[in-house]
Nanobody
Framework: VQLQASGGGLVRAGGSLRLSCAAY??????MGWFRQAPGKDREFVAT????????DYADSVRARFTISRDNAKNTVYLEMNSLKPEDTATYYC????????????WGRGTQVTVSS
């Protein structure tokens, strides 16, 4: 399975961006987004279950970001609103192939830069 993310860019604080990540070549279960800022560890952002009935968010993005998925397109989305400079990072999508807790597949990342 390959994950291809898109939608990153440069935006001013308070603005919005929508990230997309399409899965190719096989079935996945949970999908999620992580991010890594320069000099920092990769951190969890959001996750969504296979059918989309369950979602979870990092406290830092809750109420500003929304994760969703379209299983007909094998695609997960991350709608990011009220962006802050501290949201600047490379965003990675990830997916699981079963019900385990391991994230088996990772995309290459898309850069999000929020200017103040």
């Amino acid at each position: 399975v390959q994950l291809q993310a898109s939608g990153g860019g440069l935006v001013r604080a308070g603005g919005s961006l929508r990230l997309s990540c399409a899965a190719y070549g096989g079935a996945v279960t949970d999908m999620g987004w992580f991010r890594q800022a320069p000099g920092k560890d990769r951190e969890f952002v959001a996750t969504i279950s296979r059918r989309g009935e369950n979602t979870d968010y990092a406290d830092s993005v809750r109420a500003r970001f929304t994760i969703s998925r379209d299983n007909a397109k094998n695609t997960v989305y991350l709608e990011m609103n009220s962006l802050k400079p501290e949201d600047t990072a490379t965003y990675y999508c990830a997916a699981r192939r079963d019900l385990s807790s391991e994230w088996h597949y990772w995309g290459r990342g898309t850069q999000v830069t929020v200017s103040s």
